[in-house]
């Protein structure tokens, strides 16, 4: 594994792990427990992906490679919508099912179906930023728009990348999102199942940040990413004239 | 696919097969993942002149929907002959071997892969046999297991498999069509290393209690270099992104 980039902060060695592979053994806490699994006294990989074990927290980490979205309550979704219903919208958000947003919940109000088509509100192939209000193994996830940033898209551009590379878009704490708008100027929502809604003041940047966030995507596993795509932004910049050249 | 015709020598005067190989020896290995753009995970997987490609969708909607279980996905695999994979024209339709065979299969992925965790939704492979000759359900479940892990799919370990056979009164590992036509016996074996778990245990033949026994340590041996190199093929991926 590359070691560039990892000096000056605190990083813990990341291995690269097939499902299988024996990570650790002892007491230790999962801290994601849907891709190490305890047998024993030993901790097992489940899946393909970066690990992070820490023998003075005792902690290990797995972050996946590759993987499928499914969804859990609270997670902020960009969803598609699919088919229109008498008093439900049908929504795409990647998972395995497509989730449901009630008319209700959209419009605030109740709808007469009788009096009004909600094709009128919402049309197939509208892009809507949502919540998981309710989702178990009994039924297809419950999305909601009400909430601050929630609703319909009506400007940008919609991005899609793996889901498993959602946190590294994100960034610590943000980091690397901030990165992204900071040095850009466009605004970014980043939806947990791998669609990003991109805002940007004019094509260029758009194109930039476009390119960007596919350059996290394909080198996610690697250290030090955060300046290299401060790097690339930069170069991409020049490269159109948008800046230097003076 | 019987053993017709005049037999042939299996085993050479130097103890060589009739391919050149040693009696513990695999074939040249070949393994490729992320093969197909469609699918959510895919392999390659190459064994001498047996050549399969696996394909992997889902966690998805179960399709019919009477099939989905609330308590785990369902895992469906089809296993299918291409009809140029052998010598004389396979008819496409699924045969009652193919049939089986799928049956198998799936039985020697199950027990590693964590369906308890997408209720409700199915994981369906897809294996397609491009060129048989012989072990093509032991590099099927290779195959399966690799493009399994490639989809992203959390399991407890992969799954490696290859047959042992009886040549001329003579335990070989990994045998191709000839021997398996003309050999005495025929014992494909699945396993889970690092779970220490037998998942596809078949005999076809007649083995001595003890050339079982040593059948499968010859199996089990050939399973874990089939096992490293699979690991290996997953993290190159990777690696070589990192390279760049």
């Not at chain 1, 003041?201 to 795509?229: F, M, Q, S, W, Y």
């Amino acid at each position: 594994m590359s070691e560039e980039g990892s000096k000056k902060r605190e990083e813990k060695p990341r291995t690269l792990v097939a499902p299988g592979d024996l990570l650790a053994r002892g007491e230790y806490k999962i801290l994601t427990p849907t891709t190490v699994q305890r047998r024993g006294d030993s901790y097992y990989a489940l899946v393909v992906g970066l690990a992070t074990v820490d023998d003075e927290a005792k902690t290990i980490k797995l972050i996946p490679l590759q993987g499928p979205y499914y969804p859990s309550v609270d997670d902020l979704v960009i969803g598609i919508v699919r088919s229109i219903g008498l008093t439900s919208w049908e929504v795409d958000i990647r998972a395995p099912s497509p989730a449901i947003l009630y008319a209700s919940d959209y419009l605030g109000r109740p709808v007469n179906p009788a009096r009004e088509s909600l094709s009128d509100y919402l049309d197939v192939g509208d892009v809507i930023i949502a919540k998981i209000q309710v989702f178990d193994r009994t039924r297809d996830p419950l999305i909601t728009t009400r909430g601050k940033g929630l609703g319909k898209v009506t400007t940008g551009a919609v991005v899609e990348i793996s889901p498993v590379k959602v946190p590294r878009v994100i960034g610590k704490k943000g980091s690397m999102q901030s990165v992204l708008e900071g040095e850009t100027g466009c605004r970014l929502v980043v939806g947990r199942n791998g669609r990003i809604v991109v805002n940007c003041p004019n094509k260029d940047l758009e194109e930039i940040v476009v390119l960007a966030i596919r350059k996290i995507e394909a080198e996610a596993h690697t250290t030090g990413l955060t300046d290299r795509i401060k790097e690339f932004i930069l170069t991409e910049k020049v490269r159109r004239g948008l800046i230097g050249g003076r | 696919m019987g053993g017709k015709g005049e037999k042939p020598k299996l085993i050479m005067e130097d103890g060589k097969r009739h391919d050149g190989r040693l009696p513990d020896e695999l074939r040249p290995i070949k393994m490729e993942i992320g093969v197909l753009k469609n699918a959510d995970g895919s392999a390659y997987v190459e064994f001498g002149k047996t050549r399969v490609v696996a394909a992997v969708y889902g966690p998805r909607e179960a399709q019919p929907k009477h099939i989905a279980s609330p308590y785990r996905a369902v895992l469906r695999c089809r296993y299918h002959m291409a009809p140029f994979s052998t010598d004389e024209r396979k008819s496409p339709a699924p045969s009652r071997r193919e049939i089986e065979l799928s049956k198998v299969i799936r039985e020697a992925l199950e027990p590693v892969v964590m369906t308890e965790m997408f209720p409700r939704t199915s994981i369906d492979i897809f294996i397609e046999v491009i060129s048989a000759d012989g072990g093509t359900r032991t590099t099927s479940v290779t195959a399966a297991s690799l493009a399994l892990a490639d989809a992203g799919i959390p399991m407890k370990d992969l799954v490696a498999a290859v047959a042992v056979g009886k040549a001329d009164g003579v335990l070989v590992l990994d045998i191709d069509q000839v021997e398996d036509n003309y050999g005495e016996a025929d014992m494909p074996v699945a396993a889970a290393p690092s779970l220490n778990e037998i998942t596809l245990l078949q005999l076809n033949g007649v083995l001595s209690m003890n050339e079982f026994k040593e059948g499968l340590s010859l199996a089990l041996k050939g399973i874990g270099e089939i096992y490293k190199i699979q690991k290996e093929t997953l993290k190159n991926k990777y690696l070589q992104v990192e390279g760049e």
